[in-house]
């Protein structure tokens, strides 16, 4: 089993109550990621869901949390014969720190009218691009091998950017097969793109996050498309995209964020 299997993995105590444990393999400056931590709920939805497939999970973290031991209590809210409709309280020293909302749907659902008028992001080759570099803390780059397209990674030495994007290659480095959980991670753990236009100089905490899944990706590597364009009172949306090597589109994300520059 994977590190990230088993740090999101959950077990039962009835009455649709999981126990968890929020891992530190997965933080940013020891602050347990928001892809990481959805994909924990998601587990504990999943658990209880007739349906195996992710359709949209929506997380809305109201405070911040610390690894160890949680609570996850899972509630079905609304079903039809085809989605079903969960949400999830995170709980941690008696305390709710995150609420996910999952819409779970079939596999057998009709594909006639797929459609996708966007293409993959244009890349740099895997070799052209910046490997992220192990830094103290960041335990989620000890984990992931994530390569930054050149075009975005000024900011790395200095360098900004005009527009606020961040763009690059990433999977397990343990080389972990991807499935729809491990898509959460991957659509939150690039980093915010506004870093490319101001800097490594501020706090971008999430508040709320959607994800949208499309299809489970048979690729080594995913590639990625993070974009800011709105920002405002302290505030910032971010709309991202993953797709395949094969250009498949696999999600796409959008989240709200509150900004504060570094002192």
Known sequence: MSSFDKDIAVTPKGDSL??????????IAGIPNGGYLMALLTNAMLQESKNENILVVTATYLS??????VDLAVENFASSLSLD???????????EHIRAMGTFRPSNMDRTYDRCEKSAPELAPLEQCLAAPSVPTYTLLDNVDMRLDPECAGWVTGKLS????????????DDRPFDALSILLMADAFPPPVLASLGSVAWVPTVELSTSLYQVPATKWLKCQFRTYFMSRGFLQEDGEVWDEDGNLVAACRQAARFKKAK
């Open 162 to 173: 005009e527009k606020s994007e961040m763009k690059g290659w990433i999977k397990f480095k």
């Open 18 to 27: 999981f126990a968890g444990n929020v891992s530190d393999n997965w933080s």
């Open 64 to 69: 911040r949390l610390k690894p160890g031991p």
């Open 85 to 95: 409709r969960y949400q999830t309280r995170l709980i941690q020293d008696g305390k």
